[in-house]
């Protein structure tokens, strides 16, 4: 273990070429900082994720006619529409505890009041009562849309928290009119603020009709999505085989033929996003390795430089008795101080900037203890790994040649 007054004289010594010094100090800082700092956006992009489906990913699965990814060169064989029917049949089956029947459309709107207006940057979907609870929809003020609504086609209204805090910054939103393509629309209710995908893409533009009144008013579809919540998560495989089995039969396909829908996993998403954080993981730690790899050279050629100036001194301290192994462990001792300072500057700042990231700008971002101690270790590494041949060449130099070196 190294005393004080061997940190303090190691210290000492590099401070006699400054300049050199903060060359390859900087290259620690800057290895340690960016492997810190983006590891911590990476676990936070995990957590993020976790968080988002871990209450309705899990035991959800999407029923679409085309699927969300096609690739550019993939031919569109016909397929037929989903109507409506074809979900309210999903809900006798036997793992299916509810079906949420959405009309999507692929063009963003306004929303306004005689007053205000938002960006056309919300998303109006028809749905059935039940995308409450298969999208995990919150409550804050007011209530969901009803089958009453639907059934009687009210003109009735449910808003995300974006939406809602747009047209009435001071006021309550609930019991208010709103214009969506020139349609008045009364609000019932307001989301709970669910904030971003990721730290970016806003959840909460939304404004939300009965299915009814969506067909009556804004555009009739006959081609929806289907959101099914499986009766708990271990009965999501059976659920899917259920409704593939279902829909295969009311859409006439014979056991030879290609389905013409979609069945994806709400948490696919996730497991995608774990797989590519993986994959960035395994770059950003080779990154890594290269930069302190890098940074090592620097340390090397810090401390090369060093013996080499002070080898009269070396040799006076071996004719004095100095041994060798006290030699080594001197040059050792600086490399290892430079670097972990550069290392302990390095990671303060890659986990002061995710944190400062996470906090000022909303981007997700999660400084593990165990990315700072590797960090740290690394940095322990590299200095004693680069020091290494500087020591033994010091320690191996004759006194007599090194006395006579000046």
């Known amino acids: 273990m190294w005393s004080a007054g061997e940190i303090a004289s190691s210290w000492e010594a590099l401070q006699s070429n400054r300049l050199r010094s903060s060359l390859a100090l900087l290259g620690l800082v800057v290895a340690a900082g960016t492997t810190v700092a983006s590891l911590a956006f990476l676990q936070g992009l995990r957590s993020d994720v976790s968080g988002e489906f871990a209450l309705i990913g899990q035991q959800t699965f999407v029923v679409r006619r085309w699927p969300t990814e096609r690739s550019a060169n993939e031919p569109l064989t016909p397929r037929h529409e989903l109507p409506w029917r074809h979900g309210d049949l999903l809900n006798g089956l036997a793992h299916v505890e509810a079906v949420s029947v959405e009309a999507h459309s692929q063009v963003l709107e306004r929303v306004a009041t005689r007053t205000r207006a938002t960006t056309a940057t919300v998303a109006v979907l028809g749905v059935t009562p039940e995308y409450e609870r298969a999208n995990g929809t919150t409550v804050a003020v007011g209530r969901f849309l009803s089958e009453t609504d639907g059934r009687l086609g009210l003109k009735v209204v449910f808003l995300g928290a974006d939406v809602a805090r747009v047209l009435f910054p001071v006021r309550d939103a609930v019991g208010e009119s709103v214009r969506i393509r020139g349609v008045p629309f009364r609000v019932v209710g307001v989301a709970r603020r669910d904030g971003a995908v990721l730290g970016a893409v806003s959840r909460d533009a939304y404004a939300l009709l009965p299915l009814q009144t969506y067909n009556a008013t804004i555009a009739h579809v006959r081609d929806h999505v289907f959101t099914v919540v499986a009766t708990d998560r271990a009965a999501v495989p059976d659920a899917m085989d259920e409704v593939i089995a279902l829909l295969r039969r009311m859409r006439g396909l014979r056991p030879d033929q290609q389905q013409d829908f979609e069945v994806e996993r709400n948490d696919a998403f996730s497991a995608k996003v774990d797989a590519l954080a993986g994959a960035v993981t395994s770059a950003v730690l080779v990154l890594g390795a290269l930069l302190f790899g890098v940074s090592g050279v620097g340390v090397m050629n810090v401390m090369m430089a060093s013996a080499a100036e002070r ?90 040649d090194a006395i006579r070196s000046e």
């Open 311 to 400: 080898t009269r001194e070396i040799g006076v301290k071996m004719a004095l008795g100095a041994r060798r192994t006290r030699i080594l462990a001197q040059v050792l001792t600086e490399a290892s101080v430079l670097s972990i300072a550069g290392g302990g500057v390095g990671t303060a700042l890659g986990a002061g900037l995710a944190v400062l990231a996470r906090e000022a700008l909303k981007i997700p971002a999660d400084v593990s203890p165990e990315a700072v101690g590797a960090a740290l270790a690394v940095t322990v590494v590299t200095g004693l790994t680069a020091g290494a041949y500087p020591a033994v060449v010091a320690s191996r130099v004759a006194p007599i």
